[in-house]
């Protein structure tokens, strides 16, 4: 009875397209961004920035990205890491070259590149097809990884490879280097999640979107009913490398700081993780990019906190059982609940809709 | 004995959670990033164990740092950036000071450390540049660098070949990160001074995929064989010049490439192989004695205690030597028992570890003494060379202990840091 839909009313198509058709979903998303960009800041420290926080938001990032490609569109792709080193590479590049650029301005435009990027390594997503197209996606990631560790070019010939940020500001509070306040690198991510979270869901509802689970749904019935595969298997890779990109620049250059690409974007620590935040918390779902990101960030932190500081295990034996439990939730997630984290949440609505009248 | 620790964990549970607090101020907080599991568990277990038995062995005898408390809370990084990152803000709160344990995540917190000022002690590793503590004000890695480490490498061949290296081919095998990277430049300078053939070898993370490095050196054939290797790496390698009969007396390991852990796999074959060192091997020391009597005998050693008296466990003593060292000297300093991060940086600015202050200590002949300043963080530079008896299993010294080529280093840790310090904006210090 909380949830309920009786009596609103839609009188005109656009309060029937709205992202939030009902009151109460405004109501929620309303206030968690009050939340978000109000509260959150005042409260937060440099542990819940660097920890929890920051890591959410760019990971959020790159998993809409990959959901786009891989959810939406159904191309399997594990070269998340690659395209997010392409991302980073591009921001130190720009920011080395052009000083006085603004930092949001170089955010977007390592976007740009990585698209670019994403666009050539999707070219062979027109012949090859599921895991076949897995293990291509797989070679852009070693491929990238490997060029930016062999070309001294990209890393400004430092003697060790490494690449630093340097300080940049907005609105003369600094967001990247060591000085920024947590809460500045918190809102500045925070803004960019925001709008390119509407943008995605906005482009997914849009005609691009449509053609993409055409595309993704089978393909060759959408070629017949007229969906460019070109166009639309393209599009979805540049705007999933897009997005991948946005999220590489921002962890290295307001996340970390300081960035080996070997150690920083690699499969391990990327490409799988991003796949498994998909998978967990929904294919083709906005709000399952949200949840599997969210989930794969805190578990580690969570389980640490749990075993070594309540219940007071050696690190090392906590760090042995969040392996086993890490397996053991994935393995139950997928027999349990195969769609995700957001089925989980769509089920809870159905639930609470009939509250306190089950059936 | 893990399920033994989770009954009694379940147990503590409700007590610990209505307890649950900040570690009590009163005490000196040396938090631990340490690696226990993953590819380079084998050697961050007994390097973490070292600095363990040593903080508990100084809590037991001495009842702490002029009467406070060391604690000294471990948070596992599995030798991963990220994770380091997250160990780092967790407990950066009144710690005195850092010891990442890893070259990548050293960088990773050079910057973080200074903003917050906390002190960073890279020991023999890390950003060699550091060493120009005009510069890098919050971070020190003496006793000796990794270009130190490649002179010395150079200056024994040369000993080696009676001065003589023209024209000889020397490969690196390096872990093909920054730390592996770090040596680089300073080898080809050096390349350049004697006239030696330098190829470079890099082997990727984590380290077991070595075939066609081998390969590469089976066709070239070098007269000599460098290492920058960490964990699995070094044993792999060590392992495939055995199997390829490659004159290990002719293969020189880094201070990080030159434990039991990475010779014992390779059996007879790793005989005669050579590594840098910065401490002596073995447990005749009064030191090893006071944790026998004060840790070993109570059952409280770290770990299993197998790794007593191992390199890498007495480069962990040396390690938590000097850093309770400093704690002493930043309390004389400031006439206080109960000092700030920022005294212990002073402290660790003026310590000064000369052979008798060594002996005081119970470290008597166990290292070179070396001294910090205010320009100068990266300490003496010496360091020896140790060759493995694969039938006595046992390190052994066989040269002096001798310094860097500061020739070279010195010249290129000021172009570096004065590079570093322009893109930071960081004014010199000690003028």
Redesign the interface.
């Known amino acids: 009875m909380i949830y309920k839909e009786t009596g609103q009313y839609k009188s005109s198509y656009k309060s029937d397209h709205a992202i939030f058709p009902l009151i109460q979903d405004k109501i929620a998303f309303s206030t968690l961004m009050l939340f978000a960009f109000i509260v959150v800041p005042l409260i937060m420290n440099s542990y819940w920035e660097k920890a929890i926080l920051v890591p959410f938001l760019i990971f959020s990032l790159a998993a809409i990205g990959l959901n786009i490609l891989t959810g939406y569109c159904g191309q399997v792709s594990l070269g998340t890491g690659g395209f997010m080193a392409v991302g980073a590479f591009s921001t130190y590049k720009i920011m080395t070259s052009f000083p006085d650029l603004n930092i949001m301005i170089i955010v977007l435009i390592s976007g740009l590149i990585t698209a670019g990027v994403g666009i050539l390594f999707g070219l062979p997503s027109l012949r090859i097809k599921g895991f076949y197209l897995a293990v291509a996606t797989l070679a852009s990631q070693f491929f990238l990884v490997w060029l930016f560790n062999k070309v001294p070019w990209f890393y400004n010939y430092s003697a060790t490879g490494q690449i630093t940020v340097s300080e940049r500001s907005m609105f003369g509070i600094p967001v990247t280097g060591a000085n920024a306040p947590p809460y500045a690198t918190y809102l500045f991510c925070l803004v960019l999640v925001v709008i390119l979270g509407f943008a995605a869901k906005n482009l997914i509802r849009s005609k691009t979107g449509r053609s993409w689970m055409a595309i993704r749904d089978m393909d060759i019935a959408a070629e017949i009913i007229g969906v460019p595969p070109l166009k639309t298997k393209l599009s979805a890779f540049a705007i999933s490398s897009f997005y991948i990109g946005v999220a590489g620049a921002l962890y290295f250059a307001v996340f970390l700081g300081a960035i080996e690409v070997t150690e920083s974007f690699d499969i391990m620590t990327i490409s799988f993780p991003v796949l498994f935040m998909i998978i967990i918390g929904g294919l083709g779902s906005m709000l399952g990019s949200f949840l599997g990101a969210g989930f794969i960030v805190t578990l580690p932190i969570g389980l640490k906190f749990i075993m070594v500081d309540m219940v007071g295990l050696s690190a090392v034996t906590a760090k042995h059982f969040e392996i086993t439990i890490w397996g053991l939730l994935m393995i139950v997630f997928l027999i349990v609940e195969p769609h995700g984290l957001a089925r989980l949440w769509s089920i809870a609505k159905e639930k609470l809709r009939r509250w306190p009248f089950p059936y | 004995m ?1 399920i033994k ?2 009954l009694v ?2 147990t ?2 409700v007590i ?2 209505s307890s ?1 607090v900040e570690i009590a101020v009163a005490d000196l907080k040396f938090p631990m990033l ?1 690696y ?2 993953g590819a380079y568990a084998p050697n961050g277990i007994p390097n973490a164990d070292g600095f363990v038995d040593y903080y508990k062995m100084i809590n037991a005898r001495d009842g702490g740092i002029g009467g406070e408390k060391i604690v000294h809370p ?3 990084t ?1 030798y ?4 380091g ?2 160990c780092y ?2 407990n950066k709160k009144d710690a005195m000071v850092f010891q990442p344990m890893s070259t ?1 995540i050293t ?2 917190l ?3 450390a ?3 000022g906390v002190t960073v002690y890279s020991t023999g590793y890390g ?1 060699t540049s550091a060493a120009n503590g005009k510069v890098f004000k919050w971070i020190f890695n003496a006793p000796a660098t990794y270009w130190d480490g490649a002179t010395h490498m150079v200056r024994h061949i040369l000993k080696e070949n009676l001065g003589n290296i023209k024209g000889k081919k020397i490969a690196l095998i390096y872990h ?4 592996g ?2 040596p ?2 300073t080898l080809q300078e050096a390349g350049k001074k004697h006239g030696f053939k330098l190829s470079l070898l890099p082997v ?2 984590p380290g077991q995929e070595q075939k066609a490095t081998w390969l590469k050196i089976r066709k070239s054939r070098p007269d000599y064989i460098l290492m920058w290797g960490w964990g699995v790496m070094n044993s792999v390698a060590i392992k495939s010049a055995a199997s390829i009969k490659f004159p290990m007396d002719k293969f020189i390991g880094i201070w990080w490439s030159g434990s039991e852990n990475d010779v014992l796999p390779a059996g007879q074959g790793a005989h005669g192989y050579k590594a840098l060192t910065f401490n002596a091997p073995g447990t005749d020391y009064q030191v090893h004695k006071d944790i026998q009597k004060y840790v070993f005998a109570k059952g409280e050693q770290s770990g299993d205690g197998s790794h007593f008296g191992t390199v890498l466990y007495n480069r962990g003593l040396f390690q938590a030597m000097v850093q309770v060292e400093a704690a002493k000297v930043a309390q004389k300093i400031h006439g206080v028992s109960k000092i700030t991060p920022a005294m212990y940086r002073d402290g660790m600015e003026a310590v000064d570890l000369t052979a008798k202050r060594m002996e005081e200590l119970g470290f008597k002949d166990f290292a070179p003494p070396f001294k910090n300043t205010c320009e100068n963080h990266g300490g003496s530079g010496l360091a020896a060379v140790q060759q493995w008896d694969a039938k006595a299993k046992k390190w052994s010294l066989i040269t002096e202990y001798m310094y860097g080529d500061k020739d070279i280093t010195e010249k290129l840790i000021a172009e ?1 840091s004065a590079k570093y310090a322009a ?3 960081i004014a010199e210090r000690c003028n």
């Open positions: 893990r620790q989770l964990g379940i503590a549970t610990a959670i649950y340490v226990r599991t471990e948070c596992e599995g991963k950036t990220q994770v990152v997250e803000e967790k990548g960088y990773q050079i910057p973080k200074t903003a917050d950003r093909n990160s920054a730390y990277k770090e680089i430049r990727d993370h570096d893109e930071q904006k």
